[in-house]
């Protein structure tokens, strides 16, 4: 049933770039269906049995996170970050408002799990958001976004993170858009070169409650930082990110930043630059220290990589990074231990204002020719290296260094399999690819395009993701799944590796507003501010009359106070935009002014027992 539309001649690779999904690369198959059986038993998860491993999804513009299961790839939560989600009532109470604060979308695209050791320790997923630059954290003891921070100052476009450091030390951020710093700053746009600027974040994160803050920024030239990751083993304490628009060009970039025949990758030596601030060697800039790299070396360098690169990403040994230049067909390989090498020996190649160009020829370990369109490249912990490649719409894979003179001479060699994939890949993950363990038994391929695999909606299509086993010695296809738009990237974590919570305890409920009896419950009024403190529970509201009237300040407490999973109760007030939804335990508060006379029925929003129909009640308001 599936056809491939050629929608557009692809004369050249730019072309081939700008295609969707019509053009035929040399090495693209016809669609793989799978072997419908085998892969069905692979992924079917019988009624009553659990998946094996959490795939927590960036949900892209949607503002939120997906989480599903592998690998029956079932969607099973939703965790609103950036965005209110009526479902769960987030945006709604006035704790989850003060989080969202003046914004109501984000563009999350790269969840990081946070890290001990080098090693998943189930306790907290960072999102980013490239659109109003901040970072969440999501707390998996209870799946729920615990804090937002944001938007960072000196920070514009917030695309180069969340990258996690081994420890959790920091989320590493780098900017995806330059702009005249500090932020409220006018520059004219004739002057990108010199009045804009880019920068590298190092977000703070507390090794106890997770809280993040800025701990120190690192000054760049207005280059655009892309994709990132963090070093391990012998890149410990480092962290890098590609760029596109060395050219430093603000006008028709897809022309004007592809002249160059290469961009640069930023390596940056995290832990100098947090000795740097130590030493009194930044600048204050709206608050946050700030490192001048031209006058603290050490804490920047650039690495030449093939024209506009998208990904960088460090192999599970902390030694080899991949680069890829979406338009070059290959991905460079690069060695750490030569970069170490380079830089005590200063074999550099020039400098771009103040910040030493490492030599290229003195570093690279190959350029694995993979495919057309190389983006994101994951690792299985055994030697592979999977890299997405978006223009030919397949995942090839490859073996990492050490190579022998055979392979070394064509590294066509290196190549063991490639499978397509339907259509247009964005990003890959494999579980625990970015730490020192990946678990090696699933790929997950992200695509941009599903065009013509699903039941027609309509002109807004999902995307698709498809699961891919890894763990022979030929990659299959095991199933497709859609997602609201848009999965980039996503972490897989063990499902053994968490134990989430769900009741919060009565004990840990510490907010004065909570009530427990509905003795405890009712209206107060002090002037025309009315306080209701509410029990919800099977099957009412306690009180279900409040009487108010017009123009009076109205704050309502609600306490869940079931004790057992699942029980949830939610607050819908008719015609007020309202609905608060309260987990077991669980206290939340709505402040809102009765602007109009009436009586208007509240109810409870989540379907609770036999009798929640019944549980509903009236908010009267005097004119
Ligand atoms: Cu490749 Cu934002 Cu990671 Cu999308 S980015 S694909
Ligand atoms: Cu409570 Cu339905």
Redesign the pocket.
């Known amino acids: 049933m599936t056809t491939r539309l050629t929608l557009f001649v692809c004369g050249s690779l730019t072309a081939a770039l700008l295609a969707t999904a019509g053009c035929n690369p040399p090495g693209a198959t016809t669609p793989a269906k799978g072997d419908t059986a085998s892969a069905a038993a692979k992924t079917y998860v019988a009624p009553g049995e659990k998946d094996e491993y959490y795939l927590f999804y960036s949900g892209g513009h949607s503002g939120q996170v997906y989480v599903a299961g592998l690998p029956s790839m079932r969607h099973i939560s939703t965790i609103p970050v950036f965005a209110p989600y009526p479902a769960t009532g987030y945006g709604f109470d006035e704790e989850s408002r003060a989080m969202l604060g003046r914004f109501t979308w984000g563009d999350v695209h790269h969840p990081g799990l946070s890290q001990t050791e080098g090693k998943y320790d189930g306790r907290w997923l960072f999102v980013n958001d490239n659109a109003n630059n901040r970072i969440a954290r999501v707390d998996l003891r209870d799946f729920k976004t615990r804090q937002i921070l944001g938007p960072i100052p000196n920070s514009s476009g917030n695309h180069g993170s969340s990258f996690v450091t081994e420890n959790s030390e920091y989320v590493l951020v780098a900017t995806r858009f330059s702009v005249p710093l500090p932020k409220g700053r006018y520059a004219d746009l004739s002057t990108y070169k010199t009045e804009f600027n880019g920068m590298v974040s190092g977000i703070k994160v507390n090794p106890t409650s997770g809280e993040m803050t800025v701990g120190w920024q690192i000054l760049t030239p207005p280059f655009n930082w892309d994709l990132g990751s963090t070093g391990k083993g012998p890149s410990s304490g480092w962290a890098f990110w590609t760029s596109y628009n060395s050219e430093m060009e603000h006008e028709t970039l897809e022309a004007t930043s592809t002249q160059g025949e290469r961009d640069y990758a930023a390596i940056v030596n995290w832990r100098a630059a947090e000795q740097a601030v130590k030493d009194g060697k930044a600048t204050m800039m709206d608050g946050v220290p700030v490192i001048d790299p031209a006058k603290v070396p050490g804490v920047l360098y650039f690495l030449p990589v093939p024209k506009s690169p998208h990904g960088i990403d460090t192999d599970p040994s902390g030694r080899w990074i991949a680069a890829s230049g979406k338009l070059q067909p290959v991905t460079s390989v690069f060695d750490f231990e030569k970069i170490k090498k380079a830089i005590a020996d200063k074999t550099f190649d020039g400098e771009v204002r103040g910040v030493p160009v490492i030599k290229h020829a003195a570093v690279i370990e190959g350029e694995v020719p993979v495919g057309l369109g190389p983006l994101h490249t994951q690792y299985d912990g055994k030697g592979n290296a999977y890299t997405s490649l978006y223009v030919e719409s397949a995942v090839a894979r490859w073996s990492l260094p050490p190579w022998n003179d055979a392979q070394k001479k064509d590294l066509n060699t290196v190549i063991s399999d490639k499978i397509p994939v339907h259509f247009n890949i964005g990003h890959l993950v494999i579980g625990g690819s970015d730490t020192k363990a990946p678990y090696g038994q699933y790929l997950v391929a992200m695509n941009k395009l599903s065009k013509g695999r699903h039941l027609s909606v309509g002109p807004s299509q999902p995307e698709s993701s498809q699961l891919i086993d890894i763990s022979g010695s030929k990659m299959t296809m095991l199933y497709e799944a859609y997602t609201e738009p848009e999965p980039h990237f996503a972490q897989i974590l063990k499902a053994d590796a968490i134990a989430p919570i769900e009741v919060y305890p009565k004990a840990e409920n510490t907010n004065p507003q909570a009530v427990w009896e509905a003795s405890q419950a009712g209206v107060t009024r002090s002037g025309n501010k009315v306080s209701v403190k509410m029990v919800?529970i099977?099957?009412r509201f306690v009180p279900d009359k409040i009487e108010v009237n017009v123009g009076d300040e109205i704050t309502i407490h609600v306490t869940n106070v079931e004790q057992t999973t699942d029980m949830i109760?939610?607050l819908g007030i008719v015609e007020h935009d309202m609905n608060v939804v309260v987990d077991p335990g669980e206290t939340k508060t709505v402040k809102f002014t009765a602007t109009r006379a009436g009586v208007f029925p509240f109810y409870?929003?989540?379907?609770?027992?036999a009798l929640?129909q019944e549980?509903q009640g009236y908010l009267a308001v005097k004119p």
């Open positions: 919800a099977r099957s109760h939610g409870c929003t989540n379907f609770c027992s929640h549980m």
